[in-house]
């Protein structure tokens, strides 16, 4: 029996995650982990560099019901890299509530987690099985962001915020083949689907069931603009989409101790100046073009067609290159008073994702009996709440804090 299992380790973000948790956890004796993957050759190559021979390997392909009740029932806890999640993951998860094996993921398509959070629910519930997505880079930060800056303003000023804008604020996040397929696969679902459409675009598409509607209004950012309180430009940021839904469902879960009128809305840090601005309106304009195409025909197909393609991704070297990166968070209180804070990692965004997910899973393995939550689909602020933050600062993954973010940050990030 393995302790943890992480499923999709030859992937962009699940090969990092092999390493983090091996050279971490594994090869100090604190885990018994395997490593599994739909390519033996692949996963052997892995296997070498981890370079324990007590990680153990698990044949098992995407969308296959029988290699995943195998994978469920040699662990304790499944890692899942594996995506898209809509395409591949629905066995796993079905293995994991089947065989009472916790699991948490990195998906943040927002058309399959509204699917599990339909359907599934209930039946993790009832089999105690612990279930947490969005274990990256979306959405950490700013799910644990926003937590931090509220705490802040409870204790600074006796109230929480009403209103908070997180912004990407440094980095570059390359897209590799397996998240360029997922955030097709979520077009793809909308794209000739009117309900579904109207579903993902709503900004409380992934709270619980009955609380979608009847929400204050909290627009996705379209166009660049200046935001007063950031002193420069903010642009559309893609993945914001995901985390600032993840942090309404995680407001809504926790019951609304923000108050029912709290509003969180995520960009991205653009910059001062002219330049900086149609630098910004170029970027948002290609961007765009990819997301609001529809990829089943014309001109969408073939633009979906320039994307990287599965198995590709950012080399070793261009990771390191991608660097740091950062978020902004900007409060403010229903009686007017201003709050900053903001999160920062030395990990590029790869390895940052891979090291946030360990963490999670670390936390739910080992210290299952404190958690917040132990069953159902929960986010990872709700489900695991302080110790997570306490341990990724430890062990140097993400850093929060309140203030400015030094004056050199803020520039110039690029997805
Ligand atoms: N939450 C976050 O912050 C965050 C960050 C990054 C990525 N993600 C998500 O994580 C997932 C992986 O992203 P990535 O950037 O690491 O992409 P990637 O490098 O392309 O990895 C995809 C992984 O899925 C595996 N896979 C693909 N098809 C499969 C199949 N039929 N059966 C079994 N495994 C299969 C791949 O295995 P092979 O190596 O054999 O192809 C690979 O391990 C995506 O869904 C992405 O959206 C989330």
Known sequence: MYDIVIWGATGFSGRPAAIYMNKMYASKGHIKMAIAGRSKSKLEKVHAELGNPDVGIIICAGADAEAADVVAKAAKLV????????KYSNEMVQACIDNGTDYCDLSGEIHWLRKMYDTKV???????VLVVNVCGLDSIPTEYGVKTLQEAAF?????????IKGCFARGHIDVAGGSFESGKGVMEAIANDPVMEDMVSNPYSLNPQGQIE?????PDLESVIYDDDFSQYIMPFPVGQINARVVR????LADYPYGKDFVYSESKLAGKGIVNKMKAQLENFFVSLFVSANPTKGVGKMLMSLGPKEGSGPSDEKMVKNGSYSFVFFGRTPSGKTIQGYCHSELDPHRGTAALMCE??????????ELKQTSGFWTPGTAIGEMLKVNLAKNKVLEFGIGELDSEVGYAASI
């Not at 209930?122 to 089999?127: F, K, L, N, R, V």
């Not at 009847?214 to 909290?218: S, V, Y």
């Not at 469902?249 to 809504?252: L, T, Y």
């Open 155 to 163: 204790e600074q000023y006796g109230e929480y915020c009403n209103e």
């Open 249 to 252: 469902r995680a407001h809504a």
């Open 360 to 369: 999670t899973a670390m936390c739910v393995l080992k210290h299952r009996d």
């Open 214 to 218: 009847g929400n204050p209004p909290c």
């Open 122 to 128: 209930q039946e993790a519930i009832d089999a105690n």
């Open 79 to 86: 890692c899942s890299a594996v995506g898209p999640a809509a």
